[in-house]
């Protein structure tokens, strides 16, 4: 099988890729969950006409000639704190103390602030003039009644979470979560409690996939490591294919112990594709047991990071409704130039930084698919297009923003 581009890939993938299903859950649990409605505002907010200051609400035109050295008397006639509405209606030459947050009394057009008028007995001083409406927050400035004020497919934010309390929502529609088993494999891969003797190493792929999944909503399940031979392989993918989507790590190469394919093969797998154009991570196969899809991840660290965030991201993304699948790409200035051989897309790890409104991007240290230490310093992957084989200092490159 050849190697196919990226986005050919990504597109294989997600037609494969399915909604699972909306759930109700409380706003206090909705955070970083994907919105699977429109929100759309029963109520206006604010609710009235109310004062921004603590101050007094009065007629702009009464105290249009006040200065400090010939203010203007008004007489206070009443006190609306938040949450109270006046009485009585204003009249000429009259003000009414108003706090934060209280409705603008009937006949007021204006609040002048507390800071701008002195105070005698039953009047105050103003001080100053007032424009028509000055410190006034208008009803449905915020929201209007009928607005939809978040959309469907929305990753939940904190603001989008106040938002939804500002219209009075308690329980919201969500994408389900898709629960994701990982596997990692490999005879020289220990857990972390074990001690490392000779060739082996810690089994840093299903570490950093259990949190790469969570930190894109899926739910993880780790499953441990298998060991490289096609028994061990096709019990724990056993195991795995009872989750909605099963990730491996390592294995799927042209060693002569990577049987992960075989294994898969063996147990009914339709593959839909093995190797992709890029690096780190060409040996990523992808294929499918009945209707789970199944992620054959580079073992090297590196390409196991960067494949899960190019292919198994933008899929989890998918099966809970969201709108945008992948992360944000920005143009950015590269610091220095930088060079490979045409034929693949690479991946770097970057570190993007703006300033002035414009991003510059320098390629974060050492890069190799075992040097995981540039990705975990990194908050970027620079893009470096297939076909190119220079970029030059000062030119300006895509690169995907990892923050999340
Ligand atoms: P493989 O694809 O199985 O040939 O693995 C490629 C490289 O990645 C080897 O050096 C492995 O030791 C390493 N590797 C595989 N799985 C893991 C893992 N779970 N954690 C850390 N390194 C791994
Ligand atoms: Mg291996």
Redo the contacts with the bound molecule.
């Keep these: 099988m050849s190697q196919i581009p990226v986005e050919e890939a990504l597109k294989k993938i997600l037609e494969k890729i399915h909604f699972k299903g909306v759930e109700k859950v409380s706003l206090g649990q909705a955070l970083g969950r994907v919105l699977a409605e429109d929100i759309v505002a029963g109520l206006n907010n604010p609710p009235l006409d109310n004062s921004a200051m603590d101050g007094y609400a009065l007629i702009a035109e009464d105290i249009a000639t006040a200065t400090p050295d010939s203010p203007v008397k008004l007489e206070v006639v009443e006190e609306i704190a938040a949450g109270y509405s006046a009485k009585g209606i204003l009249k000429p030459g009259q003000a009414m103390r108003i706090m934060t947050g209280a409705p603008i009394p009937e006949g007021a057009n204006a609040v002048l602030m507390q800071e701008d008028t002195d105070k005698e007995g039953n009047f105050i001083l103003a001080k100053d003039r007032a424009d028509v409406e000055e410190n006034i927050r208008k009803a449905g400035e915020d929201v209007q009644k009928g607005e939809t004020v978040i959309k469907k497919g929305v990753t939940l934010s904190p603001a989008h979470i106040g938002m939804m309390a500002v219209v009075g929502r308690s329980q919201v529609a969500v994408g389900q979560r898709p629960t994701v088993s990982i596997l ?3 005879d ?2 220990l857990e972390l409690d074990q001690k490392p003797e000779g ?1 082996q ?6 570490h ?2 259990a949190a790469q999944i969570r930190s894109a909503g899926g739910l993880p399940i780790y499953l441990g ?1 298998a060991k ?1 031979t096609e028994k061990d392989l096709m019990e724990k993918f056993e195991w795995a294919l009872k989750a909605d989507i099963v990730v491996s ?5 042209v ?1 002569d ?2 049987l ?1 394919k075989a294994s898969l093969q063996k147990m009914g797998q339709e593959m839909l594709f093995w190797k992709v154009a890029m690096k780190p991570g060409k ?1 990523l196969a992808f294929g499918r047991i009945g209707d789970t899809p199944i992620f054959g991840l ?4 590196v ?2 990071f960067v494949s899960f965030e190019q292919f198994v991201r933008p899929s989890l993304k998918k099966v809970m409704g969201a709108a945008d699948l992948r992360h944000q790409t920005v143009q950015a200035k590269l610091t220095r130039t930088i060079h490979k051989k045409p034929g693949r897309l690479h991946f770097l790890s970057a570190i993007v930084s703006s300033s002035n409104g414009e991003y510059t991007v320098t390629p974060a240290g050492e890069q190799g ?2 040097i995981l230490k540039s990705a975990a310093n990194a908050n970027g992957l620079l893009i470096f297009p297939l076909e190119e084989s220079e970029i030059k200092e000062g030119a300006q490159v895509a690169v995907q923003l990892l923050d999340t």
Excluded: A
Excluded at 201 to 206: A, V
Excluded at 249 to 253: A, I, L, N
Excluded at 298 to 301: E, S
């Design positions: 990692s494999t490999g020289e891969i060739p190493i810690y089994n840093s792929n299903g950093m996939l490591i490289d790590s390592g294995g799927v190469s060693g112990y990577d992960v040996p580079p073992g090297n660290p390409s196991s698919s075992g």
